[in-house]
């Protein structure tokens, strides 16, 4: 069962490693679960639509939403900008959801400062030579991108130590079992929590009166 408050969940994975994936499925399968769309500066790829996969703005617009202080985090990738808009946790709230996030590693930093009882979640390629392949597959980048895309990968593995769980994705269905699996423990834990809480609360506020 859901607890009362929301509860944040931090996806973060190098290019490639099947996170948009795992998401997706975890989205369809759990339910009580909203997704934040980011926003980006980078151009739409494919059939990407803006409000979807992404909400894609100028440079200007975004530096704008900086200044307003609008996002709950953002960071500059490859030299483009993608953020998190503070109204995504303010609906899920408003909602009665939970709140999913695809982000990263420098995105998912601030908003653990921010937010620091979100869970975190670390998705992970089996090895360099298979995220390779699978950056390859998706016949979306150059040679020298990929270059790029795994020499950051390297960096961001390193911080796989400062998030609350380590997900290897070998093989998407079973991945996305434990992905759920996850989820459901961290509400359950939750609402542990503040069944032990409440009445303690309850006490206080009595007194009071």
């Known amino acids: 069962m859901k607890s009362a408050a929301t509860s944040v969940f931090i996806i973060s994975a190098p290019s490639g490693s099947g996170k948009s994936t795992l998401v997706s499925g975890l989205m369809s399968g759990v339910p009580d679960l909203t997704f934040s769309i980011s926003y980006t500066t980078r151009p739409p790829r494919g059939n990407e639509r803006s409000g979807e996969s992404y909400h894609f703005i100028s440079r200007d617009e975004f530096e704008d939403r900086i200044d307003r202080g609008e996002f709950l985090e953002y960071a500059n990738v490859f030299g483009n900008y993608y953020g998190t808009n503070r109204s ?17 590693v420098q995105g998912a930093a601030q908003l653990k400062v921010q937010i620091p009882e979100a869970v975190s979640i670390f998705v992970l390629a089996p090895s360099r030579q298979i995220l390779e392949q699978r950056l390859r597959a998706r016949s979306e980048d150059t040679d020298e991108v990929i270059r790029r895309r795994l020499a ?25 079992r434990t992905l759920a699996a996850i989820v459901k423990a961290e509400r359950a834990r939750r609402a542990r929590m503040e069944d032990r809480i409440r009445p303690i609360l309850a006490t206080f506020e009595a007194e009071a009166l």
């Not at 950051?152 to 996305?176: F, G, W």
């Open 88 to 104: 995504s946790l303010e609906d899920a709230k408003g909602r009665g959801l939970d709140l999913v996030l695809d982000i990263d």
């Open 152 to 176: 950051d990968a390297a960096k961001e593995i390193r911080n796989y130590s400062a998030y609350d769980y380590v997900l290897i994705n070998s093989e998407v269905e079973p991945s996305v």
